[in-house]
């Protein structure tokens, strides 16, 4: 099935009740703009697959919609039709991306494309951590957590550039992608002392685990979650592609994976992308089983929506509890409510107020840390002390220092 007929198949059972928008984060942030809700996206996408049928283009207007939706599932869970405007937006962006016209391109998706295939980061980053140990089990990161510090200072570039000029300049660097070198890129230094001290956590607890494990450092690819998320469908593929042949020329066999965007990408988008996915993914969490914590914190949890909606992967959840007593406000579980992380290079004001709601909820759910689960949920929603990812945590909890031998 291709990706229109696809979106059809997706968007045509819709019956506009518009329960869809009672728990869609973008359409209370936006003010409530039906453009930037669930069932507007819906509705804007059926009049799209018409345009597009019927004139073989889509007029411009169509990207800010698409663009704005935060893939976090929560309207496919009060559906009654069963449809989610999730997977609509991600299908529109792929058709905007592929025959969209000028008018309906990101150019700061143009550009993070360009950098990922070339640099195999999406921000052309010149990352110095060093690799360390061998064998065929492959500790990947993703450079997901590596990545936040420069994140951070390119969000907090494009706020102030307003969006008009962030796109003008972006356009330049897709066509020139070397000039994001000449910017001479440092990180947001508390961000990214707080994501090096996930990863070395990550691997202290994996080795008091008998994990054995190898890790590249700064020479390891990034998965391309953002071609995939952003639509680029043909560059996905191929980057994709490259990145298995490159595992593969390593012999590696067992993949361990450490968030939960690279998880949902390795386990559901690239069997479908790459010509032979042949590796076993794990999810680090998993394999903590031999460990034991110090049980004596009440916690707040923020469950990532990529873990609970998109996969129903329990697994965080589990782990934090054998550490903490663990709390969950409102909505959690099929009612999680995002971070707002995913808007934050396009639509920074929009993640702002998301992030702004869900820290509010988090804070009133009690009064001991908030846990994490995700860097790009960290980076969001770190407004105080109290904001800690679940790896950090554990690190900190652990009691017995396991002695059995790795899988
Ligand atoms: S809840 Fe489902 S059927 Fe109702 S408007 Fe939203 S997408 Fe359409
Ligand atoms: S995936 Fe999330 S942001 Fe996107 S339409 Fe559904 S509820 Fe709204």
Redesign the pocket.
Known sequence: MNVLEELVKE?E?????????SVCPTYRASGYRAAMG??GR??IAREMVREKREKGSVSPGYANSFYSCLDCFA??Q????????GR?SELARAVLVEGGGRENRKRVGDMVVRLTMRYRNPIGADFSDEGEGDGDTLLYTGRMYQTMGYSKVLVELRKRLGEKATERNAGIVARMPFLIRLLRQRPDEEVDREMQASVESIKFLLREAGVKFRFLGSSEPYPGTFLYDLGYYGEFRTYANSVCDEFRKMGIRRIIVTDPHTYDLLLNAYPKFVDRFDFEVTYYLDLLSALEFEQDEEVVFHEPCHFVLHMDYRGAHIALSKAARVKLPPRSGRNVFCCGGPDELLFPEMAEKVSEERYRELSEAGNGRIITACPICFSNLKKSERVVDISVFLKEKLKVRATVSGP
């Open positions: 968007s059972r819709c019956i506009s009740c518009g329960f869809c928008e669930a069932r819906v509705i309207c496919l009060v559906c009654p039709a069963g449809v989610n405007a609509v």
